[in-house]
């Protein structure tokens, strides 16, 4: 069987797959899917009738590749027919049974159809050295996505590499050892405490391999995400990795729309256990453990407060640091509540721009309204006069009926009788 010569192949495929960090069956599998361009491209340039070569011309063919003697061949599936229509797919019966008496029509036979070596050509290795980049950055892709699909919403270590625009590249590790691959962390992903260098280190939530031919990264990644927060809770805290303590809900606003408003976090913690504090749990010994999220969060403000069946007292406790006097539940259905609170708690529970109240709405599901609680009484107590008032001035606008008499049979006959008397 004739060889075209690769001198140094098994070298080549090595340096390759250490290059690109792909292992050498992929590395031989984009080789020889380049290789068959390659042919392609020299087949091309030899034939007058271009028309014939459709898409799937050349689907028969094949490439082997030889590590031993350092070069490939090129095969080709032909169908055994009576008459021959096209040489490259198909082959007399006559001319297989000179070799093969026992070969049958419609049987399949592989042919060596390789090249020689001067006549591959210049243009059809320059076509296989570019098909051959563009298939191992396909291999990359398919090997990251079949990586990282499994590590969606998960946490990683990142480390910057570069910038490009507002967004950030940095590189990342799978939990399996393999070796680092470019994400991308876009600005509005980012946190405003961060301090973005070179090399810098910290914590990523992979948010989502993309698919299909992308230019630049696959891997998305987050700072801002609620499961980056989750998921360093569940590294801190043991009981929530033993289940003894679970977390219900959590709001996040990493980028807070006014620059005068830091990072937030407000999360939900509950447990069946009548011996265990969910929320001193999270905190930790003089707040060991949730200093170690803040720290990692670069000082964003958390608050973690104990979820409840109750909604009153969830909404109450979700207005967290603030102290609340009185929960009405206005709409149950609507899920629309007011909240009462002193005076000098109004600001707390409001929060900085709204901020408070918003993510309590948001970690709860209800509308809240917060209001002074003496004012609110002060405001009552006054339509409640206005009513009583508005009902006396009623009641003595009111006519008394006049009296009418009903003129009966009886009643006739008397007047009848006086005017009798009279007359007499």
Not at 270 to 294: F, K, M, N, W
């Amino acid at each position: 069987m004739s060889l075209v010569s690769l001198p140094g192949l098994s070298q080549m495929i090595e340096e390759i797959s250490q290059r690109h960090n792909l292992p050498k069956s992929s590395v031989q599998e984009a080789l020889k899917e380049a290789l068959i361009k390659g042919y392609e491209r020299f087949r091309r340039s030899q034939s007058l009738d271009r028309q014939q070569f459709y898409d799937e011309y050349f689907d028969n063919f094949e490439v082997e590749l030889d590590t031993d003697d350092e070069g490939f061949r090129i095969l080709s599936t032909k169908k055994i027919v009576e008459e021959v229509e096209n040489i490259d797919h198909h082959i007399s019966l006559e001319e297989v049974q000179e070799v093969a008496p026992e070969a049958e029509l419609g049987d399949e036979v592989v042919l060596d159809v390789t090249p020689n070596q001067k006549d591959f050509g210049r243009m059809a290795a320059i076509q296989t050295k570019q098909v051959l980049l563009q298939k191992l950055r396909d291999q990359q892709r398919k090997l990251i996505q079949e990586e990282f699909n499994e590590l969606e919403d998960t946490v990683l270590n990142a480390r910057v590499l570069r910038f490009e625009r507002q967004d950030i590249i940095v590189a990342v590790q799978s939990a399996f050892g393999q070796p680092e691959v470019d994400a991308i962390l876009p600005k509005r992903e980012q946190l405003p405490n961060d301090n973005y260098r070179a090399n810098a280190s910290f914590k990523v939530l992979l948010k989502k391999v993309r698919e299909g031919s992308h230019r630049g990264p696959q891997l998305l990644v987050s700072r801002g995400a609620a499961g980056l927060v989750v998921d360093m809770f569940s590294v801190e805290v043991p009981e929530i990795e033993e289940d003894i303590v679970r977390i219900v809900a959590v709001s996040r606003e990493a980028n807070p729309p006014s620059r005068y408003v830091g990072p937030r976090t407000k999360i939900a913690v509950d447990t069946l256990e009548r011996d265990v504090d969910p929320v001193g749990a999270c905190i930790g010994a003089r707040g060991s453990r949730i200093q170690a999220v803040v720290n990692e969060l670069r000082g964003e403000k958390i608050d973690v407060i104990r979820w409840s069946p109750d909604p009153a007292t969830y909404i109450a406790n979700a207005l967290s640091p603030a102290r609340v006097d009185e929960v009405v539940l206005l709409n149950a259905e609507e899920r629309h509540a007011l909240v009462l609170v002193p005076e000098d708690q109004l600001s707390l529970a409001i929060g900085k721009e709204g901020q408070n109240v918003r993510l309590a709405a948001r970690l709860t599901g209800w509308k809240i309204d917060i209001k002074d609680i003496v004012l609110y009484k002060a405001e009552a107590e006054k339509q409640q006069l206005e009513a009583e008032t508005n009902e006396e001035i009623d009641y003595e606008d009111e006519e008394s009926p006049l009296e009418e008499m009903t003129l009966t049979p009886e009643n006739h006959d008397l007047d009848e009788d006086n005017e009798t008397e009279n007359q007499e």
